[in-house]
Nanobody, 122 residues
Framework: QVQLVESGGDLVQPGGSLRLSCAVT????????IGWFRQAPGKEREGIAC????????FTIDSVKGRFSVSGDRAKNTVYLQMMDVKPEDTAIYYC???????????????WGQGTQVTVSS
């Protein structure tokens, strides 16, 4: 059974940092790709980053580039989203999802986690 479990969401002040985790089971981790998505209140889900575990290639959208980075740990079957200099507009539920390639197109992802809440507020 495939499972993706996000953790690490929290209340953080503007300018602060947070690291989200996505623990993956039931997949051949080395040959999967993981996308990170977020959905803010009243807004559509947005793809923000992805990583191909096999070759380590990553992609982040321009609005978070330089602040967010994605990495993977093969030993722990876990992908991380490191968030720095967070802003109130980063407030959202963050999801990870698996796909065959590194993409932020939601339709290509077949397994999703339950999400973790990130709130950026002073």
């Amino acid at each position: 059974q495939v499972q993706l479990v996000e953790s690490g969401g929290d209340l953080v002040q503007p300018g602060g940092s947070l690291r989200l985790s996505c623990a993956v089971t039931g997949l051949n981790f080395r040959y999967t790709s993981i996308g990170w998505f977020r959905q803010a209140p009243g807004k559509e889900r947005e793809g923000i980053a992805c990583i191909s575990i096999n070759d380590g290639s990553t992609f982040t959208i321009d609005s978070v580039k330089g602040r967010f980075s994605v990495s993977g740990d093969r030993a722990k079957n876990t992908v991380y989203l490191q968030m720095m200099d967070v802003k109130p507009e980063d407030t959202a539920i963050y999801y990870c999802a698996s796909a065959a390639l590194c993409t932020i197109v939601a339709a290509y992802h077949n397994h999703w986690g339950q999400g973790t809440q990130v709130t950026v507020s002073s």
